[in-house]
C-alpha cells in the first residue's frame, strides 16, 4: 500500500500562485508515476498533471498547461504542484493519486483509473 498526504491548499485570489505538496510513504518502491486530479462540486473529477518517477516525465491538461508545473523529489518521495496565474475555474478539491504499474504511456497517465492510490483530497479556492 502507498499513503498519500496532500498539503497546501487554501484561499487565494484570481492571478496568485498556490503550491500543492504530496507526501508518499509505505510501499513507495512500487510506485512508478504520481498524479494530480481535481474535481468541482458538481462536475467529474478531470486530470490535471502527472510526472513518473523515473525520468521526470510529464504530462498536462489543456486547461494548466503554461500555468501549472508538477514536480518530484525522488530522494523525500514528494510531489508537488505549482499552480501560477489562478483562476475562479480552478477552484477544486485536489487530489495527489499513484501509479503502481511498470509503466505508463502518457495518455493512460491522464485516466483516473489507472492509478492504484488516492490522497483525501485538499480544497483550492480561487476568488475573482
Known amino acids: 500500500q502507498v499513503q498519500l498526504v496532500e498539503s497546501g491548499g487554501g484561499l487565494v485570489q484570481a492571478g496568485g500562485s498556490q503550491r500543492l505538496s504530496c507526501a508518499a510513504s509505505?510501499?513507495?518502491?512500487?510506485?512508478?508515476?504520481m498524479g494530480w486530479f481535481r474535481q468541482a462540486p458538481g462536475k467529474e473529477r478531470e486530470f490535471v498533471a502527472a510526472i513518473t518517477w523515473r525520468g521526470g516525465i510529464t504530462v498536462y491538461a489543456d486547461s494548466v498547461k503554461g500555468r501549472f508545473t508538477i514536480s518530484r523529489d525522488n530522494a523525500k518521495n514528494l510531489v508537488s504542484l505549482q499552480m501560477d496565474s489562478l483562476k475562479p475555474e480552478d477552484t477544486a478539491v485536489y487530489y495527489c493519486a499513484s501509479i503502481s504499474r511498470p509503466f505508463s504511456m502518457p495518455a493512460t497517465m491522464m485516466r483516473g483509473n489507472w492509478y492504484d492510490y488516492w490522497g483525501q483530497g485538499t480544497q483550492v479556492t480561487v476568488s475573482s
Open positions: 509505505g510501499r513507495t518502491f512500487s510506485s512508478t508515476a
